[in-house]
């Protein structure tokens, strides 16, 4: 094959031309140094040179250790209560498998499979305990790493992966390196163990950098913070374990030997045994007689300014509201209503970048791996109860004035169609033949990438189609993964053509089961 040939002259002439004129012009602007590479893509970041040798996992990018992080979240109270706040707040969350078409055609998918597996995902976790795992990881080494283990061609569960062993490698220029070459390295033990492609093990930090391929966890935020939260609790320990301050001093004749001081002090304790601890004992020291007893100046373990601030800047870091600690009233002048007002942005701090970096993980897992582009994850109740009756104001204005139908607020909010008022629909076999030419458009897409793809060797991406019926697009699914040649890609979309003629079957995905005289809902070619 001959090489391909880049006409560099207009290039070359550019920078001529730039030199001749920054050469000529006073106190001009110099001609450019001369490049080290030529026309050659940018790299993402200055990575350290030989950096995929080195298997200590976050080594070589200026980061906290995993290991630094994960104690810190061990040892700071404030980092362990905001984690199991988020936590918790997510495990209560309900969620659902759902079409992701919700509008144009009324056709239902079948979901069961899919909900199915996501609630045990590796097999021996259900979801809660499941997702549990994956919070812990994220809020506080930011490593998520899911295996996914395929046998025989089929997702068989979703493996969880401690993400502070994997090492992420790079390309020449700076990205993680495409399938097949090796792309995230293992670390057991301190050696490296073996690696995956970017398809076989997915690596999905939340907070991503440009300069680095790792995340960043709010606890890399907050620092000082928890450092000095640290300190400040284990002064607090030493004063009740090892602080030497008396409760009382009572000053005595200064005649009084050590030893007689000693004898009284002996003296006075057998009186007072079990009744007082040791720091709140009164002591008796030698004096002038001016002043009997005093009490020296004492560090008051029970005030919390210190702690309240504290716990408000890591609060801010995992965006969590600080009232959840009722570190700000939530009654008298202001108070509840304050709290109310904060929900809002709780939801826009915490919740909703959580859930939406989980929704879009899943959807992936979906997608690439269970094989149902039509499908996506859906959390629901998020929006607070407020947002929720503001939404339904809004609605009733909009249908009054005509801006959308009930049918659009109905798919927005997911109802099931045996609940909804059929009549809406009207006489909907007028639309099979533009339901006809809109779904042969898409095929006649979707069966020339294909045909590309099979012709370049590559395994067949997925296509996505808003009007393709689901079982009819499972189906070609299926036979383009079993496909030999471009014959057996192009018997696969004139089948799926001639179904389409079938005005039956058709209505059959417009209208559900009870609207064309089946029982089953569901439109099987």
């Given amino acids: 094959m001959d090489a391909i040939k880049t006409d560099l002259t207009e290039r070359l002439g550019a920078l001529v031309q730039m030199a001749q004129a ?46 630094v992080l994960r104690a810190l979240a061990q040892t700071s109270k404030e980092i362990r209560l905001n984690i199991e706040l988020i936590k918790r707040t997510m495990r209560g969350l309900e969620w659902d498998i759902i079409p992701r078409v919700k509008q144009g055609i009324g056709y239902q ?46 997702l068989v569960s979703l493996d969880l992966i401690d993400g502070a062993t994997i090492r992420p490698l790079l390309d020449l220029r700076g990205r993680i390196p495409r399938p097949p070459l090796p792309a995230y390295l293992q670390m057991l033990y301190g050696m490296p163990a073996t690696h995956y492609s970017a398809d076989r093990l997915i ?51 200064p005649d009084w030997t050590p030893e007689q001081l000693a004898t009284f002090t002996e003296y006075f304790d057998a009186l007072a045994k079990g009744d007082i601890q040791r720091a709140s004992k009164i002591l008796f020291v030698p004096g002038n007689g001016a002043q009997s007893i005093f009490q020296p100046q004492q560090g008051d373990a029970d005030k919390i300014e210190v702690d309240k601030w504290l716990m408000q800047v890591v609060c801010w870091a995992f965006g969590n509201n600080p009232a959840e600690f009722g570190l700000i009233p939530s009654s008298g002048l202001g108070g509840s209503g304050y709290v109310q007002g904060m929900e809002n942005a709780h939801y826009r701090s915490m919740i909703g970048p959580i859930t939406g970096y989980l929704k879009s993980l899943f959807d992936r897992l979906i997608r690439d791996y269970l094989h149902r582009p039509d499908l996506e994850f859906k959390w ?126 058709l209505l059959k995905c417009l209208l559900p089961a009870q609207e064309v005289g089946e029982e089953q809902p569901f439109c099987y070619p």
Avoid: C
């Fill in 22 to 67: 920054a050469n000529a012009a006073l106190f001009g602007p110099g001609a450019p140094p001369q490049p080290l590479l030529d026309d050659e893509p940018p790299r993402l970041f200055e990575y350290q040179p030989g950096i995929n040798l080195v298997t200590v996992p976050r080594a070589g990018f200026g980061v906290l250790p995993f290991s």
């Fill in 109 to 154: 998918v079948v979901t069961k499979e899919v909900v199915k597996f996501f609630e045990q995902p590796d097999g021996v976790h259900d979801f809660d305990s499941w997702v549990n795992q994956l919070l812990e990881t994220l809020l506080t080494i930011d490593a998520v790493t899911i295996y996914p283990d395929i046998q025989n061609g089929k």
């Fill in 203 to 253: 690596y999905a930090p939340l907070n991503t950098k440009t300069h680095t391929p790792y995340g960043e966890s709010p606890i890399e935020w907050a620092l000082m913070a928890i450092n000095t939260a640290i300190r400040h609790d284990a002064v607090r320990l030493g004063w009740f374990t090892e602080g030497n301050i008396p409760g009382v001093l009572v000053s005595v004749s």
């Fill in 380 to 505: 629901i109740g998020l929006e607070p109860p407020e947002d929720e009756l503001r939404r339904a104001q809004i609605d009733q204005v909009y249908l009054s004035m005509g801006v959308y139908s009930p049918a659009y607020v109905q798919e927005r909010l997911g109802v099931p169609m045996e609940f909804r008022d059929t009549s809406q629909h009207g006489d909907i076999s007028q639309l099979v033949p533009f339901l006809q030419r809109a779904i042969k458009a898409d095929l006649a897409d979707w069966r020339e990438r294909a045909r590309r793809e099979f012709k370049r060797g590559q395994r067949f991406s997925v296509f996505y189609s808003q009007i393709i019926p689901s079982n009819l697009y499972s189906r070609i699914v299926k036979e383009l993964e079993k496909a030999e040649s471009l014959e057996d890609i192009d018997n696969s979309f004139e089948k799926a053509k001639n179904y389409l003629q079938h005005t039956q079957y």
